[in-house]
């Protein structure tokens, strides 16, 4: 079944991603693509331990969007976790598109905007919104599997051009 | 901790042990990787003689950002999974014990306090 969730959220590995999203479809592979933790060793050992039971591998974007289809028909699910959307469209880029992408987590920084409450968005994540939706992605915002996935669309985030 | 758990926990352990100083709470709510990070770090630093950062869970957030504010700042250590017992066995002994003696105290104590009672024939 391979890839379960592709979600995006700045905290890459926590509670809600191994308790909530992992009870419920109980990944047997953990993909995170992320070019600065994949270039940090210890980095690398902290996202790996944080998830027991669970392969965690720390890639690049570059890396992931590679193996992105042989994951796909790989057996057992996978889950793949990206730090924002500016990962989320290089990966797309790279010809590696999720139907789907799950947006559970970007949270408040200098000079972005309150989309939902864990959801906040600048221009340049806008954009990118823009391009992902061009390329027939699917964006919702949901945190955990037992809250309602909203469409990004229905929060007033403008659509595509 | 996740929400209101560690001011929760904190006035709970108040009504066994007594009015509780020198130990601060922090949320994770609305915080970014980055920002959790930086709110932990501001606070580790201020530590000269290091220190425990008690989280909820391994793997949660708050273990993940504490261990990465923790990185390099002498004896800093993370301790997961606490609850009543560990954190009021943490204030009993944290003026005992070097903080990494006082993290494998309370690693041992949270073992100890899971327990089954089970039923018993009437």
Not at chain 1, 73 to 99: I, K, M, N, Q, Y
């Amino acid at each position: 079944m391979s890839w379960a969730l592709v979600r995006v959220d700045d905290r890459l590995v926590h509670g809600q991603v191994l308790l909530a999203w992992g009870g419920r479809l109980h990944p047997r592979r953990i993909v995170v693509a992320d070019d600065a933790a994949a270039g940090s060793d210890w980095e690398r050992d902290l996202l790996v331990s944080g998830a027991p039971g669970v392969a965690v591998q720390v890639v690049t974007v570059a890396e992931a969007a590679e193996r992105f289809s042989a994951e796909a028909s790989a057996e057992g699910a996978a889950f793949l976790l990206l730090r924002d959307l500016g990962a989320a469209l290089e990966l797309v880029r790279r010809g590696a598109v999720p139907a789907r992408l799950n947006l559970g987590g970007l949270h408040y920084a200098a000079g972005k905007e309150k989309v939902s409450d864990y959801v906040y968005l600048d221009a340049s994540d806008r954009q990118a919104v823009r391009e992902l939706r061009a390329a027939g992605v699917s964006l919702e915002v949901q945190d955990v599997p037992s809250s309602r996935a909203v469409a990004l669309a229905e929060l007033g985030v403008e659509e595509a051009r | 901790m996740h929400a209101d758990l560690a001011s929760a926990m904190v006035r709970a352990a108040e009504t066994i042990y007594g009015p509780v100083e020198d130990l601060e709470v922090l949320s994770n709510q609305g915080h970014s990787r980055q920002s959790l990070e930086q709110e932990i770090a501001r606070r580790v630093e201020r530590w000269e003689g290091g220190g425990l950062l008690l989280t909820d869970f391994w793997g949660g957030s708050c273990h993940v950002c504490g261990a990465a504010a923790a990185r390099g700042r002498g004896e800093v250590l993370v301790v997961t999974g606490v609850n009543l017992p560990v954190l009021l066995d943490y204030l009993h002994n944290r003026d005992l014990y070097p903080p990494a003696e006082l993290a494998e105290r309370l690693q041992r104590k949270g073992v100890e306090s899971l327990r089954v009672q089970r039923g018993t024939p009437a």
